[in-house]
């Protein structure tokens, strides 16, 4: 994988909307309703003492042309999107998703709907691995960065490589998911090398 092309964000840091206020949120939530597809990840500060977690800095959403990105770390914003995290009617897919579950519960109370798990959904074309990064690999034949990954995601301000990987990893999903669904895929072409024992 170390020898695949790094993947390029299509549209740049213009296809993404850092949702850092309550006005910019309400307009980044009527769009989003706008999509019955999304896909969904989220940043947490890294922690390097023992026993000491963050909660969820930066929550993401797809809808494949555009990313939004809000900071949960701003007052009222978590409340504001937790509805379409309980809207069934909208599908959300995303990778290991229960673990971002009970990271947003430290935000407040969650029940969440309408969620696809890429880790299940990929079992059922016999890709094992469980990494967004080997599933696009075996997928696109294109690796995503991990460089911000332990950034701090609480800063007053990210900056746009902080940005672009965020909105990466949801796009990604949004992506995997739709080449998967478009039956493309045929798995059996694929190159064992990819796989896991």
């Known amino acids: 994988m170390a020898d695949l092309p790094t993947v390029n964000y299509p549209g740049g840091i213009g296809a993404v909307t850092m949702v850092d206020n309550i006005s ?40 494949g042309a555009h990313c939004y990105l809000f900071r949960l770390t701003v007052p009222g914003i978590y409340e504001m999107i937790r509805p379409i995290l309980e809207d069934q009617e ?31 959904y990929c079992k059922s074309f016999f890709i094992d691995d469980i990494s967004l990064q080997k599933i696009f690999a075996i ?24 940005q672009i990987y965020a909105a990466i990893d949801a796009w990604a999903c949004l992506k995997i998911y739709n080449f998967l669904k478009s039956g493309d895929f045929n798995p059996y072409e694929v190159s064992s090398m990819f796989y896991s024992d």
């Open 139 to 162: 997928l696109f034949h294109e690796k995503i960065s991990k460089s911000q990954r332990l950034t701090n995601w609480e800063a007053e301000s990210l900056n746009e490589s902080q």
């Open 24 to 63: 910019k949120a309400k307009i980044a939530i009527r769009a989003i309703k706008k999509h019955r597809l999304i896909g969904f990840d989220t940043e947490t500060k890294p922690s390097f003492k023992r026993g000491q977690t963050n909660k969820v800095a930066l929550l993401q959403l797809s809808t």
């Open 90 to 120: 909208i599908r959300k897919i995303g990778l290991s998703i229960h673990d971002d579950f009970n990271a947003l519960r430290r935000r407040g109370e969650l029940n969440p709907q309408g969620f696809l798990d890429l880790q299940d």
